[in-house]
């Protein structure tokens, strides 16, 4: 069955930087794209970046530029390094697929626990 453990978040000032790891087992994060997503308090959950299968990368706009997805095969780990980070840029950050809704558990919508990024002004 498929896992997904986030680390790496923090409390960070504003203009710093943190790395994120999303450690996979129970799929190969190799063969799916991939994608990290961030909700903050009160809004919708957005997809900030993604790397296909092939190492293609796309991010939004707001990050684009500051964060870089990579993916480690051996270790089965997507990371997402975010440099020049924003008070706007605080919320709670998930790897899953790039499709919502693809990877299941017991018939529901699996998402793992997610990491906490907290940059303060």
């Known amino acids: 069955q498929v896992q997904l453990v986030e680390s790496g978040g923090g409390l960070v000032q504003a203009g710093g930087s943190l790395r994120l790891s999303c450690a996979a087992s129970g799929v190969i994060v190799s063969i799916f794209a991939m994608g990290w997503y961030r909700q903050a308090p009160g809004k919708q959950r957005e997809l900030v970046a993604t790397?296909?299968?092939?190492?293609?990368?796309n991010y939004a706009e707001s990050v684009k530029g500051r964060f870089t997805i990579s993916r480690e095969n051996a270790k089965n780990t997507v990371y997402l390094q975010m440099n020049s980070l924003k008070p706007e840029d605080t919320a709670v950050y998930s790897c899953n697929h790039a499709v919502p809704g693809t990877f299941k558990l017991a018939g529901r919508d699996y998402w793992g626990q997610g990491t906490q990024v907290t940059v303060s002004s």
């Open positions: 790397i296909s299968s092939g190492g293609r990368t």
